[in-house]
């Protein structure tokens, strides 16, 4: 049985940004749809005897279904598209594709939001629910987002090739395209939903186009701060979940599994970073995941230090998640009564009101405070909310302990 979901996120988005290469990013609903035609074919057409090469035989699929719709749409001459439909189809250069479309969908004329949903769609594969739980709007909502971005793209006349915008044409796009990386890499490295809890292509993938980025004329250190904490989590990926796939605390983790070449190369970027004159919440976050790469065992972590950043975080980029976060800090520093009165402020917040780590916090808390009514109650409401298969079990494990 073929596994179409796992398919599609390996091909889809580097066979749309192809397509948009070859046919126009302002035909991005077309392309898409077309790409969607092809998978359906596939899936039809293979039954279990998948190609040696399904990538090359879903690109020239797609690639057919576009070429009919533009003849059915006489957007372009019948010859025109003989000629494309007889021309042998380019090998794409997949992370230039990908990282020229997240320029694309990241078009000054698109609202940040809308072009951040526009990128994690069609770049990165993520459906409309995940697309909802991670930009924490509704569905609905979403797909206007989505609409809108497209219209934009095809009232604009978007190509892929960069090289006729302005400078600082692109260097405004720059923040939607690292807004993007950064939530593709947390969707990685902590998923919302499915039986895994970490999706390591995921976090590799927006390595591989943020180094590609800094390659660039883009490169800028914001970038560098963003790749810094990149590597400085993924380092860390091995030892926060067991070979059966569940979660692992941190007090708990085997740090001699941490990939202390690759935290050498995220303090290299990291100090890159500090060549500027301006602090991004980039630089604070990477600074935090620092503190815990640096850290030779839990106890020696810097919980005031890391406390200290969240608070600059927190000043720039108010937010209750970064809120929640910080309380948790809080609470490792100065200890449960302390943690929980920085959590009080947050119960019955509305971005948090779907958020399981809050539950989950409250409940490790009282546990430590001798309140075991009240862990049993927060644990309970995490376990309603959790995403993931592994959450469900870490917390399901914690209430049992109580």
Same mark, same amino acid.
């Given at each position: 049985m073929v596994d179409l979901d796992a398919l599609y996120r390996e091909h889809a988005p580097a066979i749309t940004a192809s397509l948009a290469r070859s /046919? #126009?990013?302002?035909?991005?609903?077309?392309? &898409? *749809?077309? $790409?969607?035609?092809? /998978?359906?074919?596939a899936i039809e057409s293979w039954g279990t005897d998948v190609p040696a090469r399904p990538g090359a035989w879903l690109q020239v699929a797609a690639r057919r279904r576009v070429i009919d719709a533009l003849r059915r749409a006489t957007w372009i001459a019948p010859s025109e598209a003989l000629d494309?439909? &007889?021309a042998p189809v380019a090998v794409p250069d997949r992370d230039e594709d990908l990282l020229k479309m997240m320029f694309v969908c990241c078009h000054p004329a698109i609202p940040l939001e809308s072009a951040l949903a526009l990128a994690l769609r069609t770049l990165c594969g993520f459906p409309v629910p995940a697309l909802s739980r991670a930009l924490r709007l509704d569905e609905a909502a979403v797909e206007k987002r989505l609409m809108r971005a497209r219209q934009v793209l095809r009232d604009e006349h978007v190509e892929l090739e960069l090289a006729g915008a302005p400078d600082g044409e692109l260097a405004v796009r720059l923040d939607g395209v690292l807004r993007t990386l950064y939530v593709l890499f947390l969707e990685g490295y902590s998923a919302h939903a499915g039986d895994?809890?970490? !999706? &390591? !292509?995921?976090?590799r993938t927006a390595i591989r186009l943020s180094a590609m980025l800094l390659a660039t004329r883009f490169a800028a250190p914001r970038g560098h701060a963003l790749h810094a904490l990149f590597l400085l989590q993924t380092a860390r990926l091995a030892s926060r979940v067991d070979a059966a796939g569940d979660l692992?605390?941190?007090d708990r983790q085997d740090r001699a599994r941490w990939d202390r070449a690759m935290i050498a190369e995220g303090l290299e970027h990291? +100090?890159?970073a500090?060549? +500027? !004159?301006? $602090?991004?919440? /980039?630089?604070?976050?990477? *600074?935090? *995941?620092?503190c815990h790469a640096l850290a030779a065992t839990y106890e020696a972590t810097d919980w005031p230090?890391? $406390?200290?950043?969240? !608070?600059?975080?927190l000043a720039l980029t108010p937010s209750p998640v970064i809120a929640l976060q910080r309380a948790i800090a809080v609470g490792r520093a100065? #200890? *449960?009564?302390? #943690?929980l009165r920085a959590l009080g402020g947050l119960v019955g917040n509305d971005r948090l009101d779907d958020d399981p780590v809050l539950g989950a916090a409250i409940g490790e808390l009282e546990a430590q405070r001798g309140d075991v009514r009240a862990a049993r109650a927060a644990y309970r409401r995490a376990i309603e909310l959790a995403g993931t298969a592994p959450e469900r079990r870490f917390l399901e494990e914690r209430l049992a302990a109580l």
């Open positions: /046919f #126009g990013a302002r035909r991005l609903d077309l392309i &898409e *749809a077309a $790409v969607q035609e092809a /998978f359906v074919s494309q439909l &007889e895994m809890q970490i !999706d &390591e !292509d995921l976090c692992i605390p941190l990291l +100090g890159r500090s060549t +500027g !004159d301006v $602090v991004s919440p /980039f630089h604070l976050e990477a *600074a935090i *995941a620092a230090q890391i $406390v200290a950043l969240y !608070d600059q975080l100065n #200890g *449960a009564r302390a #943690g």
